[in-house]
């Protein structure tokens, strides 16, 4: 008897074990993509800014003055210099402030490009289409600056 429970125990492990094997290969096959099929899930792509080298950015503001230049750096930042008409709104000062930007084009820049980037994402989820960083910040631009 006790031999036929041990059996009958070992049996129901092993067929549990194999049935989970099976459902886990069973769920994988239903999870990879058919072959020979067209069927694939569309997905809107996500927006997203562009990235302006120095003479690219030089070329977009010549073919759009109307664009808004903004300077994301600090004040002490931009004693330096800036672009000439550029708007400027620290990083940390943006939030709450997003209705100063007027509508269109709007290219970003800060010292390197990594806080501009920032923003132009954030401008991008708030909505913005038309927005672009300045890859490079300041630093790598070699046009005409003023002081602010």
Known sequence: MKTALI???????????FG???YNR???????????????IETAPMPSF?????QEAKDFLAEH?????????????????????AMLIPMQALQGRE????????????????????????????GRTDVYNLDGG???WDGPTVRP
């Open 99 to 126: 209705g100063e930007i007027p509508d269109g084009p709007v290219l970003v820049y800060c010292a390197v490009g990594a806080r501009s980037a920032a923003v132009a994402d954030y401008l991008v989820q708030l």
């Open 50 to 54: 562009t990235d302006l080298s120095n």
């Open 26 to 40: 069973a769920v994988k096959r239903e999870l990879e993509p058919s072959q020979g099929t067209t069927d694939t």
């Open 7 to 17: 059996l009958l125990a070992a049996l129901a492990i092993g067929a549990a074990f």
């Open 20 to 22: 989970i094997r099976a």
């Open 65 to 85: 003055p109307d664009a808004t230049l903004l300077d994301v750096r600090t004040p002490p930042e931009c004693a330096g210099g800036i672009i000439e008409g």
């Open 138 to 140: 300041i630093m790598g």
